[in-house]
């Protein structure tokens, strides 16, 4: 279940609150069933376990599609429609952005293919994202249509202190917005 990535010292004389230890938890998208519950229980599992005192552990959070099983039947009324699924990825985020358990590690997004749709919102509550040079992430509300005032709000909460800016989560929702990417020099004075 818990994978360490060898960020901690392979020594019997170790001290548990100078080493840092590291996790792989697998986020199984599209977030229905019990999917971010899953999630949910092993990051508290893990902060559960860190000394008191010590580094926080880091926590690679693997967001990949997954075929449905027969426990995750989409047929199944509470796992049907786009709005439910926002409201399961809507409170995976919420969970790593502001509960306590979350904040005692590290979270870091890591995405080896593409992800679209509402997937994308605990991606912005992690605190870093790593991505598979061939990997695309964006658009939130593929298979969803329009938005609304609400999912727009999540999408700027998740955004702030998190693992991409704010306009570029922004951007996720409406392919209107455009994001500019501006370089100056640092001799260039402002008037």
């Not at 999630?39 to 580094?55: E, F, L």
């Not at 992800?115 to 991505?131: N, Q, R, T």
Request: contains cysteine.
């Amino acid at each position: 279940m818990l994978a360490n990535l060898g960020l901690a010292q392979d020594n019997a004389e170790a001290n548990p609150k100078t080493e840092r230890k590291g996790y792989l938890v697998k986020v199984d998208l599209p977030l229905v069933g019990n999917r971010a519950d899953a999630v949910v229980q092993q990051i508290r599992q893990i902060s559960g376990s860190q000394p008191a005192g010590g580094k926080r552990a880091i926590v690679v959070l693997r967001f990949q599609a997954k075929s449905l099983d027969a426990t995750d039947d989409p047929n199944k009324p509470d796992n049907q429609g786009q709005g439910v699924q926002f409201e399961r990825c809507l409170q995976l985020a919420r969970f790593l952005s502001k509960d306590s358990a979350a904040r005692k590690v590290r979270t870091i997004a890591y995405l080896p293919n593409d992800v679209f749709g509402h997937g994308v919102l605990p991606i912005l509550a992690c605190e870093d994202l790593y991505m598979a040079p061939e990997a695309r992430i964006g658009r939130a509300t593929e298979g969803d249509g329009q938005f609304d005032r609400i999912v727009e709000s999540a999408y700027e909460t998740m955004a702030n202190g998190g693992s991409l800016p704010q306009a570029i989560a922004l951007s996720m929702l409406d392919s209107k917005r455009e994001v500019y990417w501006v370089k100056t020099t640092e001799d260039l004075e402002m008037f």
